[in-house]
């Protein structure tokens, strides 16, 4: 059963102008280190920046159907799977939110101009 659903889409341009202007400050505001790390091992960190927040204003917008308390960015952190897949992990104060049993769900997508992501929070059987 789907107990809330999200997605966001984004253009790379905006994360790549932010991290321009304010470098490392912009990141720490919106990333986890482990996040950072991973996007700017890449050749383009601002695809996997991207990527990133696309798929957190997802969760985010996931999450409004089972809660609408105070949040910060770095409360939800995207990490990779052994496979690729990516999967989301609530930190702080949003670990307590999600409902027994259930679990959230993501996908995104890039292109070199824009990215998408969409959150499903299911409950589990």
């Known amino acids: 059963m789907v107990l809330g659903l999200g997605t966001d889409i984004l253009e790379v341009q905006r994360i790549k102008e932010g991290y321009e202007k304010f470098g490392e400050r912009y990141l720490v505001k919106l990333f986890t280190p482990a996040e950072i790390k991973y996007c700017l091992s890449k050749a383009e960190p601002e695809l996997h920046l991207t990527g990133r927040f696309v798929a957190k204003e997802a969760v985010v917008k996931a999450l409004s159907h089972v809660y609408n308390g105070p949040f910060a960015w770095t409360e939800i952190e995207i990490r ?41 929070i299911q409950k589990l059987n």
Not at 89 to 95: E, G, Q, V
């Open 80 to 120: 990779n799977e052994k496979s690729g897949i990516p999967k989301v992990f609530l930190l702080d104060r949003l670990a307590k939110v999600l409902p027994a049993n259930s679990e959230i769900v993501i996908s995104i997508s890039h292109t070199g101009h824009s990215a998408v992501s969409v959150a499903i």
